[in-house]
């Protein structure tokens, strides 16, 4: 096939793949061949940038799908990651903002039992030690609740000794 390039704003041509790649045609270079409804990039024409990328005795990489064009590796194109499987569990809840809503509204003793284990939570999920992080994990939710029901049982009694006081108080 045959392509039209632009040169200094004007078409030129038509030339073969190879005879566009001696004239040091570029990936951003406009060309327009025959079959073609505009102008494209050369970037957009298959045949054009695999000659571009074409080194001597190297073959292009086998496409995974026959169906699709072969894809030319470049030495400007960065190598793909690999991708990484991750067999880390998810981390366990660390419990650290109840405990210290719990240790401030509640009861302090617990709260701070609950504050300590939490803590130590994300730390020892984070060094890989799971099972820890799961057992310190449980300490925390129950001194959590502890610290929670703790303080919640001090509120009611106070409440019902404050009723029963100013209810027994004549005027």
Do not use: H
């Amino acid at each position: 096939m045959k392509y039209f390039i632009v040169e200094n704003n004007q078409p030129a041509g038509p030339f073969e793949i190879e005879e566009l790649v001696r004239k040091g045609i570029k990936a951003d270079d406009l060309v327009w061949c025959e079959g073609m409804e505009q102008w494209t990039s050369a970037s957009n024409i298959s045949e054009i940038m695999a000659a571009l990328n074409r080194c001597p005795g190297i073959p292009p990489v086998m496409p995974l799908n026959m169906n699709q064009p072969p894809v030319y590796k470049t030495e400007q194109e960065p190598a793909a990651p690999e991708q990484v499987v991750s067999t880390m569990p998810a981390m366990p809840n660390t419990w650290l903002v109840a405990s210290i809503i719990v240790t401030l509204f509640c009861c302090a003793p617990f709260g701070i039992a609950a504050i300590v284990y939490a803590a130590r939570v994300e730390t020892l999920w984070q060094t890989g030690r799971y099972e820890d992080a799961e057992k310190t994990s449980g300490k925390a939710k129950k001194w959590t609740l502890i610290a929670f029901l703790s303080g919640f049982a001090f509120y009611a009694l106070y409440l019902i000794s404050m009723f029963t006081v100013f209810s027994n108080l004549k005027f």
